[in-house]
T-cell receptor
C-alpha cells in the first residue's frame, strides 16, 4: 500500500514559469515531509522540508506547502530553470527515522 | 557537502552467485547507514538500517539471510546479496547520516544497478 503518492509521473513547464509538484499521503502519523531532487546517475539530494506544525516553508525559488487536513503537500519552483530538470521525490517521516518515498515526478523545464 | 559513494555502479551476475555492494561516506563519519531498493517505476523502499558495530535492523519482508549487511566501520557499510536470483535485479541505493546530523538528514549514494541473469 503506497503511503506516499506522487500521481504525476512527469511534468513539463517552460523556463521562467512556475512548476508545481504534488504529493499525497495516507498515514496520519507522518509529521515531517521532505523533497529530494535526483539527477541521472546520482543519488537523491535534499531540497527542502517542512514540519507538520507549519503550512509553508520557503527557500529561495523553492516553497513547500502542507495541507494537513487534505494530507497533501506541494512543491513550487518559481521561476523554473532548465537546471531544475530532474526527478523529484516526496518523502515522509513519522515517529521514526525511516523515510517513506513516493515514486517520483520527472520535471522537464524547457528553455 | 557530504559525499557518499557506492561501488560498483552496476553489476551483472549469474543466478546463484553472491554480490557485494559497498557504501562509503567519503568526508564524514556515519554512525547510521540505510539501504534502499528501487524497482522500475517504483519508489525507494527501505530495506534495512545499520548502525556501526551492531546488527542491522531489517524491514518487514526483507530476508536478513539473503541480504547481509555489515557496517564494520564509521565510513563503510556493505550489502551482500547471497544466492542472487533474477527477481533480485533492482537498483540498490544507500544513504548515510552523520552523527551530528538532524533526525531527517541522510546523504545518498548514486546507487548500484544489479542485474541477475
Amino acid at each position: 500500500d503506497q503511503q506516499v503518492k506522487q500521481n504525476s509521473p512527469s511534468l513539463s513547464v517552460q523556463e521562467g514559469r512556475i512548476s508545481i509538484l504534488n504529493c499525497d499521503y495516507t498515514n496520519s502519523m507522518f509529521d515531517y515531509f521532505l523533497w529530494y531532487k535526483k539527477y541521472p546517475a546520482e543519488g537523491p539530494t535534499f531540497l527542502i522540508s517542512i514540519s507538520s506544525i507549519k503550512d509553508k516553508n520557503e527557500d529561495g525559488r523553492f516553497t513547500v506547502f502542507l495541507n494537513k487536513s487534505a494530507k497533501h503537500l506541494s512543491l513550487h519552483i518559481v521561476p523554473s530553470q532548465p537546471g531544475d530538470s530532474a526527478v523529484y521525490f516526496c518523502a515522509a517521516m513519522g515517529g521514526s527515522e525511516k523515510l517513506v518515498f513516493g515514486k517520483g515526478t520527472k520535471l522537464t523545464v524547457n528553455p | 557537502g557530504a559525499v557518499v559513494s557506492q561501488h560498483p555502479s552496476w553489476v551483472i551476475c549469474k543466478s546463484g552467485t553472491s554480490v557485494k555492494i559497498e557504501c562509503r561516506s567519503l568526508d564524514f563519519q556515519a554512525t547510521t547507514m540505510f539501504w534502499y531498493r528501487q524497482f522500475p517505476k517504483q519508489s525507494l523502499m527501505l530495506m534495512a538500517t545499520s548502525n556501526e558495530g551492531s546488527k542491522a535492523t531489517y524491514e518487514q519482508g526483507v530476508e536478513k539471510d539473503k541480504f547481509l549487511i555489515n557496517h564494520a566501520s564509521l565510513t563503510l557499510s556493505t550489502l551482500t546479496v547471497t544466492s542472487a536470483h533474477p527477481e533480485d535485479s533492482s537498483f540498490y541505493i544507500c544513504s548515510a547520516r552523520p552523527p551530528s546530523g538532524s533526525f531527517y538528514e541522510q546523504y545518498f549514494g548514486p546507487g548500484t544497478r544489479l542485474t541477475v541473469t
